[in-house]
Structures are given as C-alpha cells and as structure tokens.
C-alpha cells in the first residue's frame, strides 16, 4: 500500500487525511473513495481542470502526464510544476503528499 498524505483544506479536508491506497488507483480515485469530495466535472475523462492537485512530495513517483493531460493542465488555476490532473494521476510505491488548490476554474461546484 502507499501512503497518500493529503494536506488540509478549508472546505474539502480542513484537518488534512492520511489515506492507503493501492499502486495503479488514481489520486482521484482515491480522494472520492476516503469522501474527499474533490470536483470531476468531466467524470475522469481528461477534459477538464476540477481535479487539479499539487504534488508537493513523489512527484516523479507517478505515471508520466501524456500530451492530453498537459494541454488541459495549462488551463489550470494555479499551476505550477508539480501540477497534475488527479484522475490521470496514477499512484506508485511512493507515498505522496498532496496539496488540494483553494480555487477551480469552475463557476459552480457540481455535487456527485
């Protein structure tokens, strides 16, 4: 199992989760199966930014962002180096420490 320490937000996680996960499951995957209920407008489909995350820690850990990922990434609020897309993001043997933004480009919080 890999660690996942996901760092506190105000509104989805205010006192931070430690959560295990097993290697291959998505960042995404594993935040709405622990109900951290991170936003996915586009149902996991690399079509949108609501699941951005920052990799704070294993970073080169994860699976490498193909050019869709990428391309979606630079539409981002807040982007920096270890940007990623939770739902492509697949976890190693790594354990990760992961920052959820504090905005999305999203006008509207869907409810999933």
């Known amino acids: 199992m890999t660690q996942i320490i996901i760092l506190p937000h105000a509104s989805l996680c205010p006192d931070g989760a430690v959560l295990e996960v097993e290697p291959g499951t998505t960042i995404c995957d594993a935040l ?35 050019e869709l990922e990428e391309d979606q990434l630079d539409k981002a609020w807040g982007l920096e180096a270890c940007s990623r ?28």
């Not at 699941?51 to 850990?61: D, I, M, P």
């Not at 897309?85 to 480009?105: F, G, H, M, N």
């Open 85 to 112: 897309l939770s739902c492509q993001a697949e976890v190693a043997d790594t354990d990760l420490v992961v920052e959820l933004p504090k905005y999305t480009i999203n006008h509207a919080r869907e409810h999933h």
């Open 32 to 66: 709405l199966a622990n109900d951290i209920e991170i936003e996915h407008a586009c149902e996991k489909s690399c079509a949108c930014t609501t699941c951005h995350v920052l990799v704070r820690e294993g970073f080169n850990s994860l699976n490498e962002a193909d």
